[in-house]
């Protein structure tokens, strides 16, 4: 058995990237829970281009950074699923945009107060000023990184 290892030992990235991963666990099964069960965390690099807009599968493929074939199945799985639905363009109607559906806003309405909660939680346990200041902390890091512009862009990728 390998010996244990302290958390307080890990580097800033990664333990960073652990607590990440676990509230991202949590969120999950608050999902499972609300009935979206089905959703990977993978799923969410396609729904922050689907929140606020309807691109094509190639515009989509750019916004991913993967080929259209990869975005395509990444569409056509989560349109099986029942999120997402291609519709015509309203000026050409040759042209078809990725959209969210119904059952999709409901999955990021459900996400984002799973998130809520969460955040509600860890601010109950440490303190609303204490988890502000590392919340405060962490933005400064992810900016000092180089992060913050691909967030506001929307333009997160996952891990390769």
Known sequence: ????????????????????????????????????????????YVFQHLIDDEPTVGELATQLAMTQQGASKAVAELERLGYCERTPDAADAR?????????????????????TALD??????????????????LARLLDELGGTAAVERRAVRPLQ
């Open 95 to 115: 042209i078809r945009r990725v959209r969210l559906t119904d059952r999709g806003q409901d999955a990021v309405v459900a996400a984002r107060h799973a998130r």
């Open 120 to 137: 509600q939680r860890l601010a109950d346990r440490f303190g609303k000023q204490h988890l502000a200041e590392h919340r405060d902390l």
């Open 1 to 44: 058995m390998p010996p244990s290892l302290d958390p307080q030992q890990l580097d800033t990235g990664t333990l960073a990237l652990f607590v990440g991963q676990a509230a991202a666990a949590l969120v999950q099964e608050q999902l499972v829970d609300q009935g979206f069960g089905d959703l990977r965390f993978s799923h969410g």
